[in-house]
């Protein structure tokens, strides 16, 4: 038995990153300093999805004990941004299936206050019935919900454009704010560093980003962003690392390895 078992979790948020590759679990008490404690698990590539996810869960008992709040974040290439303006509960689904006609997927619709947007994502239909008859009313969100969310209001400060970049495990997520609010949010797969400066070249170019004046912030895979840095000050002058949350820092040492849009998750109100 997990020693965390013990602890009364009544009070805990819970946050589960589930991929066909893996489950990352963590949990903390938003009021604790270092009670975050964070897991991840690999999940055997030769399963069905949802019953590997089924079986990792099942295996770890501290997530079958009950949470004050559950949200779980489900990444997808497919998904769609649909301004406020002309969101509206009736036709949101219409939007997400004429850009992907063919799909068969459970729609996530996810409010972004912030933003002034509703994020649409698909998600695996037999993932979203075991999350939700296992979880206590859980929140399913798209990771770039909340990295919307929390660069929104980063990017409030100076009047210059800025991109935000994650990168995770060879997928590169990049959020761009000007003064008039969200211009791009999006999610490109990289192999090589190479592979990630020229998608950020690519959509600087296509937002007109100014090279002297607008900035790019970096975070996630060290490596990878060490040479990605290198890379793009040859046409930026700015580059530099995203400031780490002060409020992670007292959750404890397990905050600085989570995904970061799991810490930017456990900062916003969503």
């Not at 991929?19 to 903390?28: D, F, H, I, K």
């Not at 941004?81 to 036709?91: H, L, R």
């Not at 980003?209 to 790019?216: P, Y």
């Not at 820092?249 to 397990?254: F, I, Q, T």
Request: contains cysteine; charged residues 20%; glycine residues 4%.
């Amino acid at each position: 038995m997990e020693e965390s078992v013990s602890i009364d979790t009544s009070h805990y948020t819970l946050m589960l990153r589930i991929t066909p590759g893996e489950l990352q679990y963590v949990y903390y008490h938003p009021a604790e300093d270092g009670s975050m404690v964070s897991k991840r698990i690999v999940l055997p590539s030769g399963e069905e999805y949802a019953q590997a996810v089924e079986q990792a869960v099942y295996a770890h008992e501290i997530l079958l004990q009950p949470f004050n709040r559950v949200y779980v974040v489900l990444p997808s290439t497919h998904f769609v941004i649909v301004p406020n303006e002309v969101a509206t509960q009736s036709d949101n689904s219409c939007y997400y299936e004429m850009l992907n006609p063919c799909g068969d997927e459970y729609v996530i619709e996810s409010r972004m206050p912030h933003t002034g947007a509703v994020m649409l994502s698909g998600a695996d239909k037999r993932v979203v019935s075991f999350v939700n008859r296992t979880f206590d009313t859980p929140t399913l969100l798209h990771p770039l919900t909340a990295l919307c969310e929390y660069f929104y209001r980063k990017s409030r400060l100076g009047n210059h454009r800025k991109m935000y970049v994650h990168l995770l495990h060879g997928r590169m997520d990049v959020v761009c704010y000007g003064r008039e609010g969200l211009l791009l949010a999006n999610t490109y797969d990289y192999r090589h560093s190479n592979d990630a400066a020229y998608h950020i070249l690519n959509v600087w170019k296509q937002l007109g980003l100014d090279q002297r004046r607008d900035e790019v912030q970096l975070v996630g895979d060290i490596d990878t962003r060490r040479e990605l840095s290198n890379l793009l000050r040859n046409y930026i002058l700015t580059v530099v690392p995203v400031i780490f949350p002060s409020h992670s820092h007292v959750l404890g040492s397990d905050a600085m390895q989570i995904p970061f849009d799991l810490t930017a998750l456990s900062l916003c109100e969503l």
